[in-house]
């Protein structure tokens, strides 16, 4: 057992809020632990090997990252910006609606002209939109930002308020699948700043996947003097006369720490690592959940003719019934592409290529099914969206899969956690998290205390609930 087990801080969870987190508390020369049950940092930001092939886990793309953004500007402060190879995206996503094919250009003029061209109706709106996704877009990139300054209403109602409609509406709204959120719930201002990103060509990759991020993240907290410990499970987080007073772990060693956060859902805590319940009860609505496929395909992206990085495939245009669309496990689900080797060919060996096939469906879809009959059902949804990505690009992929991964909510919740295993966090939280102080000095980072489900957010909010922490105990 390890001697002298009291801290001025624990992070439970070494995923990207957490390190964030842990970074900025270390900076204070406080002694800071973080305590990690897997064996590497980054949570679902990492990769994964099957055969010879290396996957990115979760991240597509990554907001806030590129020229003045909060994230090169926080990176850069740790001293890793330049260290990371970004690859830039180039290109937008095809976006495909039956026999509707277009390639969404990076470009915001672009796209107000083509949409002019298509549905002159939207001009109007559009126009207002882009104004607005700029101005939401430099609030928020202060991440410090007046959260009364943003518009308080849903991407639904404001697309509705401002009569935007048709294929216009589609190809935007459509951008939910990135992020994994509900647009009769999610904020209008959050949801089209990272739009904004994403059509300024302002969003990056790590050539080396988003583990490369993690990597550093914590080589920069050991080097303030931090502590890791993995592969440590936290069974308990210890209460005295209501408050945070430490954690036990492995069900036995008890280390002491007054300030305990916690980089996993505040539900999952409150359940199951907290006897001492809280007089609160929490209600959270979960926002969906993945079920991807990692294709690792004998065949160059070119001899195979995949032409771009994205593709979405929209098979369903009723963007105000997300929820009962995603109830069942049909193969009418809509998903997104990715073919990390059009970004970067030397991603993959020559001659291969990686693809990911990705959708959501709701949190307690796969509660419905008999775990006998779970790896069949897996397989089968596994293999509609690969016919689903066929029948739409006519792309043939089947004949040339060499390695195949399908991950569902079960698969994530084993890995991090999450109840219902869902990936993508709660629906509408503000930037801070309102669980904060559910119980004295316990406070809660990560995707699950972050206002939107998107990478970018996850540190960010590591970062500003370090500041409150700093700023409560005068650290």
């Known amino acids: 057992m390890k001697q002298n087990l009291k801290y001025d801080a624990i992070i439970v969870g070494a995923g990207s809020g957490g390190l964030t987190c842990a970074i900025e508390l270390a900076k204070t020369k406080k002694r800071v632990l973080v305590i990690e049950r897997h064996n590497l940092p980054g949570g679902r930001c990492s990769s994964f090997c099957r055969g010879r092939f290396e996957f990115e886990a979760s991240l597509p793309h990554l907001h806030f990252v590129s ?98 409609t048709g294929i216009a509406r589609n190809i935007i709204s459509n951008y939910w699948m990135y992020l994994g959120c509900d647009l009769n719930s999610t904020n209008f201002s959050l949801f089209i700043a990272h739009w904004y990103q994403y059509m300024n060509q302002m969003t990056l990759i790590p050539k080396n996947r988003s583990h490369e991020i993690s990597v550093h993240l914590e080589k920069k907290f050991r080097e303030l003097g931090g502590e890791i410990w993995f592969n440590t499970t936290v069974d308990e987080i210890l209460i005295k006369d209501h408050q945070v007073n430490g954690v036990r772990i492995d069900n036995k060693q008890i280390i002491n720490a007054p300030i305990v956060v916690a980089n996993i859902a505040s539900q999952y805590v409150i359940d199951q690592l907290i006897k001492e319940k809280p007089a609160c009860i929490l209600n959270h609505k979960y926002n969906k959940t993945n079920i991807s496929v990692f294709l690792g395909l004998n065949k160059s992206f070119s001899d195979l003719g995949i032409k771009h990085y994205n593709y979405l495939i929209n098979k369903n245009d009723n963007y105000k019934d997300q929820s009962n669309i995603m109830q069942s496990l049909n193969e009418n689900h809509s998903l997104t592409a990715q073919c990390l080797s059009v ?11 990686l693809l990911t096939l990705n959708t959501f469906v709701n949190e307690n879809v796969w509660n419905q099914i008999n775990i006998k009959d779970y790896f069949k059902v897996k397989e089968t949804v596994g293999l509609n969206l690969i016919e689903s990505f066929e029948k739409a690009t006519g792309i043939k992929l089947k004949p040339y899969v060499e390695d195949v991964e399908i991950a569902t909510a079960i698969s994530y919740g084993h890995f991090i956690n999450s109840p219902d295993g869902v990936s993508n966090g709660y629906i509408n939280q503000p930037l801070i998290n309102h669980d904060n102080h559910i119980i004295k000095n316990l406070y809660f980072v990560g995707k699950f205390a972050s206002n939107l489900p998107s990478h970018a957010f996850a540190y960010i909010n590591g970062y500003l609930t370090a500041q409150l922490i700093k700023k409560e105990h005068q650290f």
């Not at 910006?81 to 969404?104: R, S």
């Not at 970004?343 to 290529?353: I, P």
């Open 67 to 164: 020229n003045a953004g909060f994230l090169n500007r926080l990176f850069t402060s740790y001293g890793f910006m330049n260290e990371i190879k970004w690859i830039k995206i180039q290109n937008g996503y095809e976006y495909i609606e039956g026999d509707f094919h277009y390639l969404l250009p990076l470009n915001l003029n672009q796209f107000v002209r083509d949409m002019k061209q298509i549905e002159p109706n939207n001009e109007k709106p559009l126009k207002w939109l882009i104004e607005q996704a700029k101005h939401d877009y430099d609030l928020i990139n202060q991440a410090n930002y007046d959260f009364k300054k943003i518009i308080h209403k849903s991407v639904n109602q404001v697309f509705d308020e401002i009569n935007l």
């Open 343 to 353: 970004l970067d060919e030397t991603m993959c060996f020559k001659g291969s290529c």
